[in-house]
């Protein structure tokens, strides 16, 4: 049995099972939390394109956007993916690990959807500018994912051409003929439910401290 102070973040972690743009509008995380989970890569400058994609008529359901540059955050517009070890302001997670982000792209990918991942290489000065505009967006409502990824990204130096448009799998395209694009398919055969790869990042939760489990 978990102790009642512990059930939030599990129900956060249960009450996301499907993929799409459909998260609330909320506020969100206070800076103190975000400043304390604040995640820098060693990697270089860059910004990936997560793109989930139904199996079952091929269409676009999610956009959400990666960047690396001082700290590595997700921007997942309208996004249902909740963690407890990851502040979320403005529809911005911080801390985003690359467990987080192994934890991320498997919650998507299941049985029914499958994910794009295309990255590119950017100067350190555009990494840094697409950091400043998903942090300052703020919150977007229910199915414009992709129109607020390409806003953004249409500001972006070098990336002026792909426009903006409501189309995750359209954005996905245009995002691709950016010089030196990398591109792969990720699949799963997890339930559409997802409840295994809660149920697993609980154990780890537990496993390391964070959670505490009564005998």
Not at 31 to 60: C, K, M, Q, W
Not at 95 to 110: E, K, Q, S, W
Request: glycine share 8%.
């Amino acid at each position: 049995m978990i102790r009642s102070r512990l059930l939030l973040p599990l129900l956060m972690l249960a009450a996301v099972a499907l993929a799409g743009c459909s998260g609330g509008i909320d506020e969100g995380a206070s800076f103190e939390d975000i400043a304390a989970r604040a995640y820098h890569s060693e990697a270089p400058a860059s910004l990936t394109l997560y793109t989930v994609v139904s199996n079952s008529d091929n269409s676009g359901a999610h956009t959400a956007l990666m960047v690396n540059a001082s700290q590595q955050v997700l921007f997942d517009p309208a996004g249902s993916f909740k963690h407890p070890q990851v502040p979320e302001r403005g529809d911005v997670l911080y801390g985003f690990t690359p467990r987080i982000n192994l934890v991320y792209i498997d919650y998507h990918a299941r049985k029914t959807y499958r994910v794009f991942e295309q990255t590119v290489q950017v100067p350190p000065d555009v990494a840094e500018q697409a950091l400043q505009l998903v942090m300052s967006h703020g919150a977007v409502p229910q199915a414009q994912c992709s129109l607020s990824t390409t806003s953004i990204l249409s500001q972006l130096p070098g990336f002026e051409y792909i426009g903006s448009n409501w189309f995750p799998l359209r954005t996905s395209e245009k995002f691709g003929e950016y010089p030196g694009a990398t591109f792969r398919v990720i699949t799963d055969e997890d339930a559409d439910d997802n409840h295994g790869v809660i149920m697993m990042e609980r154990d780890r939760l537990i496993e390391e401290g964070y959670l505490d489990v009564l005998g």
